[in-house]
């Protein structure tokens, strides 16, 4: 007995599948959905943020501290609930904002329904359509050809990158593109049951997700922490009871402290948040967000790749003239001789569209054979009964014999035009042309206007020393002169990747060319590559279906809206509007994300560290911990949390360099080290001189107040007018706090000494931070002279 979903209806390619018929099998569920949704739900959001470990060790601590009725202890838990909520709130508006987008980018197909052809979301799609795919689709479900062929490119579920001609009967895997022509296929599994949609949910199963190389680092340190802090509080709970002598409420109280000082409870939350606003910030201008882990890659940019069209140039072609090589050929024949070729040619590429606006005649031809064009072999062919046609780039067609027309050639892509070869082909067209058997009959020249916009864009990279390679399947000679026009830095530097073959002579041509012509896919992805293996971040902006493997390749990925679907899907980022332009504020907010994490980071790791090893010295030396949970959280309000929220939106140009985790600590260091050391040498004072605890306590507080707000001002620089009336307001609210309510955060008045005492190592604040951070410098410049000189 046939199954419900074996039941099939094999429709015409021309007639397709009737209204009805489609509404029957949306009825059954035959309907091309994601297997599963790639976004978190509103519930998905919520969840994550409130069920996190360290939110239940807060609980956890929360609740001991009113068991033991310390409840002026209990500062920091609001600061929890309201940043995850905060968290929860910022998600759940940044997923709303790229939903909006993402219908604006949703992909379409083009099927043939009740004997007409509509285009439709490929979500609408349903088993058994009749779907058209031609240049630069995804196949959106598994199909079968049912007319026509095409070139397609299986390398994003195989990882074959060679192109695999389709006919009629043949089978079209989900997740494979279309290079070139056009067929007409019915689709088998769509949905949950397609091929692509078998590997998605195995690669989620296997939990595949890439994350930055900053996220990487902080789970990695919170991962740490966690694990840390139970045998830490443990141990500190039984040494405050057991060796110290502390009463229960004593000891709770100050573990409590410690732990809530280690838990980067903002950190995480910070980086969140501040990447969440960075996609909303960025969708407003238009760019769509795929992958979050790409704003961090957009801060280390340093090398950006680009085409010649649609980048450089308008994405639009325009024909110029015709170079006659064949002299006793009229000029009606060349025109009926191009009429013809171009009849039979898709108009799937700017170079077709162009041509077609020039060459048509309703008295064209049918082709016999067509061989539409490919990135990857240059040309494109027509055959018929008594001739056959070759259209495509000269010095591929040519070869050897190339220097016939060389002069010619050079005439105009030395200006920068865009030339073809059109000729005839005296044998059986293949994909192998020989070149003896090719006739040149003219040069077929076209124009590529520069984009308005590009030589203040290119202006900006190279004030920001990002370096422009630029990668173009046209003459590199032409590519040079266009890149020239449009103020590119190193333009007169170009090669012809027919030269290069091996890997080390890429990586050695990406370091002395600007300008790379005569560029198949596979050789934009060994570009990629050798750049990456220079020790480069690379972007890579593309539009087509030629770009997909060095967009996959690439660091960072960027597509236009307007080019292919398929380079759409696989990007990282897509500018909806396809303007260059959106470049350079899109790599600014990269690197004011990154830049703005990095720096308010440091100030959350000072609290940190100085948890962290203090409470080792407390467990060690068997000393009472000298901080409150309630002294905690005025430090952490003041020198920490509302400055840290302001800081992270503000702007920063600068390039990111270096590891994340290794910059962090590196700037937090001196600070972190200062409390230790400042606070080791108070308790060891207020012991032999007999300073009351409560006292010892507040001294601490103000003490860590003072580096904290050091430290802040450190990173406040280079000082504006906000950052300077930020830093001001914070240290009078922290004054404020500790003289108006002191009862709030556990301090109380200084007694003479202690007050004196005091003075004396605030003031030994700065003097102390500044001389860690000058050995901190030392060492790193003997660091690099010794790297330099072993040439490391």
């Known amino acids: 007995m046939v199954s419900e979903y074996e039941k099939r209806i094999y429709a015409d390619y021309k007639t397709g599948l009737s209204t009805e018929e489609v509404m029957e099998r949306k009825a059954r569920g035959l309907v091309n959905l994601e297997a599963q949704p790639p976004d978190k739900t509103i519930g998905e959001i919520i969840?994550?943020?409130?069920?996190?470990?360290?939110?239940?060790?807060?609980?956890?601590?929360?609740?001991?501290?009113?068991?033991?009725?310390?409840?002026?202890?209990?500062?920091?838990?609001?600061?929890?609930?309201?940043?995850?909520?905060?968290?929860?709130?910022?998600?759940?508006?940044?997923?709303?904002?790229?939903?909006?987008?993402?219908?604006?980018?949703?992909?379409?197909?083009?099927?043939?329904?009740?004997?007409?052809?509509?285009?439709?979301?490929?979500?609408?799609?349903?088993?058994?359509?009749?779907?058209?795919?031609?240049?630069?689709?995804?196949?959106?479900?598994?199909?079968?050809?049912?007319?026509?062929?095409?070139?397609?490119?299986?390398?994003?579920?195989?990882?074959?990158?060679?192109?695999?001609?389709?006919?009629?009967?043949?089978?079209?895997?989900?997740?494979?593109?279309?290079?070139?022509?056009?067929?007409?296929?019915?689709?088998?599994?769509?949905g949950k049951d397609s091929f692509v949609s078998r590997l998605t949910i195995e690669a989620k199963k296997k939990n595949n997700n890439q994350k930055s190389e900053m996220m990487k680092s902080l789970d990695n340190l919170v991962k740490w922490i966690g694990i840390l802090i139970i045998p830490i509080g443990l141990l500190m709970l039984v040494n405050q009871i057991v060796v110290v002598g502390s009463d229960y409420k004593t000891s709770i109280v100050s573990t409590v402290g410690a732990l809530v000082g280690m838990i980067p409870e903002g950190l995480y939350l910070l980086t969140t948040v501040a990447l969440v606003v960075s996609v909303m910030r960025l969708a407003k201008k238009k760019t769509l967000v795929h992958e979050m882990s790409c704003i961090e890659s957009l801060a280390r940019v340093n090398v950006l790749c680009v085409d010649k069209t649609g980048t450089i140039t308008e994405d639009k072609m325009d024909f110029y003239e015709i170079k006659k090589l064949d002299f006793e050929l009229d000029d009606q024949k060349l025109e009926s001789m191009l009429c013809d070729f171009v009849y039979n040619m898709d108009n799937d590429n700017a170079t077709m569209i162009a041509l077609k606006e020039r060459f048509y005649s309703s008295d064209?031809?049918?082709?016999?054979?067509?061989?539409?064009?490919?990135?990857?072999?240059?040309?494109?062919?027509?055959?018929?009964?008594?001739?056959?046609?070759?259209?495509?780039?000269?010095?591929?067609?040519?070869?050897?014999?190339?220097t016939l027309v060389k002069e010619d050639v050079e005439c105009y892509t030395d200006k920068g035009y865009r030339v073809l070869l059109f000729g005839e082909y005296v044998d059986e067209l293949s994909n192998d042309l020989s070149n003896d058997k090719i006739v040149p009959v003219a040069l077929v020249v076209l124009s590529n206007k520069i984009r308005e916009n590009a030589p203040e864009t290119f202006k900006y990279f190279k004030a920001q020393k990002v370096k422009i390679k630029v990668i173009s399947g046209d003459n590199p000679k032409t590519v040079s002169e266009v890149a020239k026009n449009a103020g590119i830095d190193g333009a007169?530097?170009?090669?012809?990747?027919?030269?290069?073959?091996?890997?080390?002579?890429?990586?050695?041509?990406?370091?002395?060319?600007?300008?790379?012509?005569?560029?198949?896919?596979?050789?934009?992805?060994?570009?990629?590559?050798?750049?990456?293996?220079?020790?480069?971040?690379?972007?890579?902006?593309?539009?087509?279906?030629?770009?997909?493997?060095?967009?996959?390749?690439?660091?960072?990925?960027?597509?236009?809206a307007s080019g292919s679907d398929i380079a759409c899907k696989v990007a990282q980022l897509v500018l909806l509007n396809s303007d260059f332009l959106d470049m350079p504020y899109v790599v600014k907010e990269g690197r004011r994300v990154i830049n703005n994490i990095e720096r308010t980071a440091a100030l959350f790791l000072v609290k940190n560290i100085f948890s962290f090893f203090f409470a080792l010295i407390t467990i060690i030396f068997s000393v009472n911990y000298p901080v409150m949970p309630s002294q905690l959280t005025l430090v952490s309000t003041t020198t920490i949390g509302i400055?840290?929220?302001?800081?992270?939106?503000?702007?920063?140009?600068?390039?990111?360099?270096?590891?994340?985790?290794?910059?962090?600590?590196?700037?937090?260091?001196?600070?972190?080290?200062?409390?230790?050391?400042?606070?080791?040498?108070?308790?060891?004072?207020?012991?032999?001189?007999?300073?009351?605890?409560?006292?010892?306590?507040?001294?601490?507080?103000?003490?860590?107040?003072?580096?904290?707000?050091?430290?802040?001002?450190?990173?406040?620089?280079?000082?504006?007018?906000?950052?300077?009336?930020?830093?001001?307001?914070?240290?009078?609210?922290?004054?404020?706090?500790?003289?108006?309510?002191?009862?709030?955060?556990?301090?109380?008045?200084?007694?003479?000494?202690?007050?004196?005492?005091?003075?004396?190592?605030?003031?030994?604040?700065?003097?102390?931070?500044?001389?860690?951070?000058?050995?901190?410098?030392?060492?790193?410049?003997?660091?690099?002279?010794?790297?330099?000189?072993?040439?490391?």
């Open 47 to 190: 969840k994550s943020n409130i069920f996190t470990y360290f939110n239940l060790v807060f609980a956890i601590l929360a609740f001991l501290i009113f068991i033991v009725g310390s409840y002026k202890d209990l500062t920091f838990f609001p600061v929890v609930v309201i940043n995850t909520l905060i968290g929860i709130y910022q998600e759940i508006r940044s997923k709303k904002k790229l939903e909006k987008l993402k219908i604006l980018s949703e992909p379409k197909a083009k099927v043939v329904r009740d004997f007409k052809e509509y285009e439709v979301s490929v979500a609408n799609l349903v088993r058994d359509d009749i779907v058209v795919f031609s240049a630069g689709n995804q196949i959106c479900a598994d199909a079968t050809v049912i007319e026509g062929s095409a070139n397609l490119n299986e390398a994003l579920v195989t990882g074959e990158a060679d192109e695999i001609k389709k006919n009629v009967g043949d089978k079209l895997l989900s997740g494979s593109f279309v290079v070139s022509g056009k067929c007409y296929a019915r689709l088998d599994r769509v």
């Open 364 to 402: 064209a031809k049918k082709a016999d054979k067509v061989m539409p064009f490919s990135s990857a072999s240059k040309f494109s062919a027509v055959s018929f009964l008594d001739t056959s046609y070759v259209l495509g780039a000269p010095d591929v067609l040519l070869k050897d014999n190339y």
């Open 492 to 560: 007169e530097y170009y090669i012809d990747t027919n030269e290069l073959e091996t890997d080390d002579e890429f990586r050695e041509a990406v370091k002395k060319y600007t300008v790379f012509g005569r560029v198949t896919p596979e050789k934009k992805r060994k570009i990629i590559i050798a750049l990456k293996e220079n020790k480069n971040t690379v972007a890579m902006t593309g539009d087509g279906v030629n770009d997909v493997l060095a967009l996959k390749e690439a660091d960072c990925s960027i597509a236009m």
């Open 643 to 792: 400055p840290a929220f302001f800081l992270a939106l503000m702007p920063n140009n600068s390039l990111v360099k270096g590891k994340f985790i290794r910059n962090v600590i590196y700037k937090a260091f001196p600070a972190g080290f200062t409390n230790i050391f400042l606070v080791s040498y108070l308790t060891m004072m207020s012991y032999y001189v007999g300073i009351e605890f409560n006292q010892f306590s507040t001294m601490v507080t103000i003490i860590l107040g003072v580096v904290g707000l050091i430290m802040l001002y450190r990173v406040c620089k280079p000082f504006n007018r906000f950052r300077m009336i930020l830093w001001f307001f914070m240290a009078f609210i922290f004054a404020l706090a500790a003289i108006a309510v002191p009862q709030m955060f556990s301090l109380v008045k200084l007694e003479t000494l202690p007050l004196m005492l005091l003075v004396l190592f605030a003031a030994l604040v700065q003097p102390f931070m500044y001389l860690v951070i000058n050995i901190l410098e030392f060492f790193e410049n003997r660091i690099k002279m010794y790297k330099l000189k072993k040439g490391i």
